[in-house]
């Protein structure tokens, strides 16, 4: 679904991806950790366009979005195809990002009648088996306001789902969540895992990706320290970076 490689990305003088290649297949959840600074939202942000790469290639869903050859700067492809390989993707951000002047159901089908056109009409229904899906049916009306962080977060996944992307990207969904709300938003997305759905997580929860993960990433200074599946990366990290790093978490 992913293919990401040799990604390298600078601000100025700091370099802040060098060099990160990763593979994300159908239906696999992974996710990634590392310390602050370690590249990872950075990384997060380049797949979906939201910043652009110096260097590498990314391909999502077996289309080319940029490439680049030997130590040449990456070209993108055009406009039109970077907005449709964008709209296979969608994001959830640690700080919600909702509407405020919207209602928790306005806020999901914003995007698919101002993005796919689509009409107000045609689209609630599904916003509302959304907003069941999630747990909020009984919100549908309320403003964002209102709502707890867990609730507004797990706003934000229905309206990333109403887009019907085939991947969703998460940046630390249930960090700005108080810790009996993180709960409700994992099991939304354990749920989401367990249906399938192609996932690529940065998270410091380390319990989620040890459940859920199929794949665990380590990131630090702007490379993939070590990778594997949840299970024998927890147990038998093999890096000593690692070692440090899952020491001072747990
Ligand atoms: N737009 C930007 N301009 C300049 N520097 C940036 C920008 N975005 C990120 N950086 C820098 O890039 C580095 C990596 O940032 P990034 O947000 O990717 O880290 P992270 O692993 O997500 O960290 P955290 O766990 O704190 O979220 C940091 O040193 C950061 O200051
Ligand atoms: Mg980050």
């Known amino acids: 679904m992913i293919s990401a490689q ?7 003088h700091v370099s802040v991806l060098r060099g990160v290649s990763l593979e994300l297949a159908r239906g696999e959840v ?6 602050s600074g370690s590249g990872k939202s950075t990384f ?10 110096d260097r590498g290639n990314i391909t999502i869903e077996g289309e ?13 492809v055009g406009d039109a195809e970077i907005r ?13 990002n909702l509407f405020p002047h919207l209602t928790v159901l306005e806020n999901i089908i914003e995007a698919p009648v101002i993005v796919k056109g689509l009409k107000r009409e045609a689209i609630i229904p599904k916003a509302e088996a959304l907003l069941a899906k999630v747990g909020l049916a009984a919100k549908r009306d309320a403003y964002p ?14 309206r990333a789902l109403a ?38 997580v940065v998270t410091h929860e380390m319990g989620f990706a040890r459940e859920v993960a199929n794949r665990v990433v380590f990131m630090d200074g702007g490379h993939i320290v070590e990778q594997g599946p949840a299970e024998s990366f927890f147990a038998a990290p093999q890096q000593e970076r690692t070692k440090a790093f ?3 978490m747990l």
């Open 30 to 35: 992974v996710a990634i950790i590392g310390p």
């Open 84 to 96: 449709k390989i964008g709209r296979k993707m969608g994001m959830v951000f640690q700080s919600f």
């Open 145 to 158: 306001n209102h709502l707890s962080g867990g609730q507004k977060q797990r706003v934000a996944i229905a």
């Open 246 to 248: 899952l020491q001072n």
């Open 163 to 200: 887009m019907e992307p085939d991947i969703l990207l998460f940046d630390e969904p249930t960090s700005a969540l108080d810790p009996e709300l993180t709960g409700e938003v994992l099991r939304t997305m354990r749920e989401l895992a367990e249906e399938h759905m192609t996932m690529l």
């Open 44 to 53: 997060l942000r380049c797949l979906n366009h939201l910043e652009t790469i």
């Open 6 to 12: 040799g990604i390298h990305k600078s601000f100025g």
């Open 64 to 76: 080319v979005l940029a490439s680049s050859e030997g130590e040449a700067k990456a070209q993108y």
